[in-house]
């Protein structure tokens, strides 16, 4: 359960909304800005990290929505590392995987849904797509250094119409690209050193003459990391060059490359993490990204009313992993061979993702009835090809290698996957202060797979046989918002969902899963109704109540064979449903008072989620007294949504110092669909306990030159984990953090 003065607190917060309420501005948020470019700086001259994304940005309708646009320059917090926690710490009910610290492999999710790697949202970058495959592997891979990023765009329930369907909704980074500067050179950087060795360097040059305009960035990071053998080091580098030959046309090319080695430290027990959470058994497990995403972007101004913006896009990925992945899982050693005097041969993995894209979005503002509407209309094409190989004959060696000792893949795939989709949404302003929104998305997806998965007695591959399936389907939204005065609004909206089903759930699984043959797609919907504004220059809130209903969902049981055996299933466990309540309020005490206080400020904040996830019909197979029986888990928790998620903070600020101390409480979950208590001796299975975690932020600025950054996450050095893996990077529960420091000092020349 939630601390009780946690409670009070956000219930003070709330105190303060029978207030009135006045407009939001374009410095300080953007709730009813009409135009937003594609690229720009929100937020500027406010230190506001959190705001609601406008009804338009560039040629996308977010109207009647649930919406936030995170400032990232402006929160206090570790974004050398990623700290998700911390950044994304506004926007209520998002559930965050904290088992990577290198911040490198992101697990985001809301509403019961899975944070694996954020496979329930549409992850993007500049407005496309940047996972592996959106639809036949969406793992998001790769996620943007956060210095380089400009502001994070998160929409759920009915906006994922305009990316896609997942279930999730979409978040997108917004890269930084130079369009505030006004000199034709600026050199700006960024350094920080941490806990374990962290070190981290952002350099970016840019510039801006009468039609062009140019950035660059070459960001470096390494750390040792807190457990043992995780140390990890990444390299990135992007370029963007606007070319903008008249008024009404501008065109962008842009080109990022990023490197990723990272060692792996593998799983523990529940024993083992209550003894040291620090120690691995893990020395010779290794996870290699390079990541390669290009993009030609232009946009076309035909009238102030009228707007065209079309993306071509690629990317070029490789995803490799060695380790040592016995059956037994963490509970057996790595241990050098007696006879051999060597190790085990380590388990050798290899993904090759080779993707292309275009999207064309176009707006127009049009009178009808007396009242100015918009019409949105777009589409997609995408082709997308996967290559994977699995081995068991990989190196006795301890550095990375993916090299085998023999020729011999045990599994050899080729996944292509092809998508269109064309899409339509319009603002119907029907009165003043009303706005409805109606969207509807066909979508197309073909998948194929050649290639085979395992081997016979006599080492020869199976080929894989009619592995085609080709689907389309139309999903309908409907949104409104209605304006109570004239800076607060009643927003609402329900719209379709559709999950397909993944390469991964199609492939030779994990060490200790299994995967059911007959898996198919998952649908449903979401829905939302909140109330959202601003009162005056001091509270900012939005709250809400949703509802999402997941049919067909893929979930991971535990099963038993009939020899007693357990073993974890993945398949279509059943229809789930997902509802409760997130909210979120900012206030600014000391300008209840006054607009100047010589004392500085004082802010608080605080995000809260209610999520009651629970199935509503499964079966799963056990041993009783000898006989194989089936049993239903109707009303059991979807695994990995815990009930209660609270964050909050307060931040004084005088002059151009800010510190914050940031509080975090996630509930407790389970980590199969079973609901499985007690922990497995492995550490897979089990219940996730509630953790608590404190943070402290200290910052200085200098007339927008200079920036400096200091903070301790984790600041009483807790013990928690947020997940339980059943393969690599495990198996077993993956410890966070704890405490560590940072400074990081940033200026611009």
């Known amino acids: 359960m939630i601390p009780k003065f946690t409670i009070i607190a956000l219930l003070f917060c709330f105190g303060c909304f029978e207030q009135q309420t006045i407009a939001q501005t374009t410095e300080n948020d953007t709730a009813h800005l009409k135009f937003l470019p594609e690229i720009t700086i929100v937020g500027k001259g406010s230190r506001s990290d959190i705001q609601q994304l406008p009804e338009i940005v560039g040629t996308t309708i977010y109207a009647g929505k649930k919406t936030s646009l995170i400032v990232v320059d402006n929160v206090q917090g570790n974004t050398a590392t990623n700290t998700m926690r911390q950044v994304m710490a506004k926007v209520p009910g998002i559930h965050i995987w904290e088992s990577d610290a290198s911040g490198i492999q992101i697990g985001i999710a809301a509403r019961g849904l899975s944070p694996n790697r954020s496979w329930e949202f549409n992850v993007r970058q500049n407005g496309y797509d940047i996972a592996a495959d959106p639809f036949g592997y969406p793992e998001a891979y790769y996620n943007p250094q956060l210095q380089s990023v400009q502001r994070i765009e998160v929409v759920r329930g009915q906006g994922a119409l305009q990316y896609g369907p997942q279930f999730g909704g979409m978040i997108n980074y917004i890269l930084k690209n130079g369009s505030d500067i006004t000199q034709p050179f600026q050199i700006e950087t960024e350094q920080t050193i941490g806990s374990n060795g962290l070190f981290n360097s952002y350099n970016a040059i840019g510039g801006k003459t009468k039609k062009i305009h140019y950035y660059t960035f070459f960001d470096h990071r390494n750390a040792d990391a807190w457990r043992d053998n995780s140390r990890y080091h990444t390299n990135a580098g992007f370029g963007t060059v606007t070319y903008k030959p008249t008024t009404k046309l501008s065109v962008t090319a842009e080109l ?15 024993e083992q993490f209550a003894d040291n959470a620090q120690q691995s058994f893990r020395s010779r497990n290794w996870f290699n990204l390079t990541w390669t995403t290009t993009a030609l972007i232009t946009n076309y101004q035909f009238s102030d009313a009228t707007r065209l913006n079309v993306k071509l896009f690629g990317m070029n990925g490789d995803r490799n ?38 999207e064309a979005r176009f707006i127009t503002d049009y009178a009808l009835g007396g009242q100015k509407h918009t019409f949105s209309a777009g589409l997609r094409a995408y082709n997308g090809n996967t290559k ?29 996957s092809t998508n269109a989709a064309v899409f339509v949404e319009n603002i119907f302003r ?32 199976i080929l894989l046989q009619n592995q085609e399936s080709n689907r389309s389907f139309v999903l309908a939204g409907i949104g409104s918002e209605w304006h109570v005065t004239k800076n607060t609004e009643v927003y609402a909206n329900i719209s379709q969902a559709y999950r397909p089903i993944q390469f991964a759930d199609l492939t030779t699984p994990p060490t200790t899963d299994q995967i059911d043959p007959n898996l198919t797609d998952a649908k449903g919907y979401n829905a939302d109704l909140g109330y959202r504004g601003k009162i005056s220059d001091y509270l900012f809130f939005d709250a809400s109540a949703y509802y999402l209903q997941y049919n067909n969902r893929v979930g991971t049981i535990k099963q038993q064979n009939a020899d007693g055996n357990f073993y974890n299933l993945r398949t279509n466990v059943g229809d789930s449903h997902s509802k409760g309540i997130e909210a979120m309020v900012e206030c600014n005490f000391m300008n209840i008072f006054t607009d100047n206080s010589s004392y500085g400020d004082l802010s608080a904040f605080a995000s809260y989620s209610y999520n009651d996830a629970r199935y509503k019909d499964f079966k799963a197979t056990s041993v009783v007294d000898g006989v194989l029986q089936e049993k239903n888990y109707a009303n059991n928790k979807v695994e990995n949504a815990p009930e209660n998620i609270l964050r909050a903070g307060v931040t004084y600020s005088w002059k151009s110092l800010a510190l914050t101390t940031q509080y975090s409480y996630v509930d407790e979950a389970f980590a199969d669909a079973n609901n499985t208590e007690t922990p497995s001796a492995n550490g897979q299975n089990g219940l996730i306990p509630s953790y608590q975690v404190w943070d402290i932020t200290l910052s200085y600025r200098h007339k927008q030159r200079w920036h400096i950054k200091t903070g301790v996450n984790n600041l009483t050095d807790a013990r928690y984990f947020t997940r339980r893996s059943g393969g690599f990077p495990g198996p077993g529960l993956l410890p966070a953090d704890g405490r560590t420091w940072f400074v990081g000092i940033a200026w611009k020349l």
Do not use: C, H
């Not at 016995?326 to 006879?339: F, L, N, W």
């Not at 050798?348 to 993707?355: F, L, T």
């Open 256 to 270: 990022m490359r990023w490197n990723m080695l990272s060692q792996q430290a593998g799983g523990l027990t529940d």
């Open 321 to 358: 992993s060695v380790g040592f992945m016995p059956s037994q899982g963490i509970v057996e050693p790595d241990a050098i061979d007696s006879t051999t005097l060597q190790y085990g041969a380590r388990a050798v993995n290899i993904d090759q993702y080779r993707n292309y894209g275009m």
């Open 388 to 416: 994977r190989y699995k081995s068991n004959n990989g190196t006795t060696g301890t550095e990375y290698d993916v090299s085998l000792t023999n020729d011999q893949w045990a599994s050899n795939i080729d996944y292509r």
């Open 430 to 461: 029907v009165r003043e202060k009303l706005a409805i929104i109606p969207g509807i998305r066909y979508e197309y997806l073909r998948g194929a797979a050649d290639g085979y998965n395992s081997l016979n007695a006599a080492n020869e591959p």
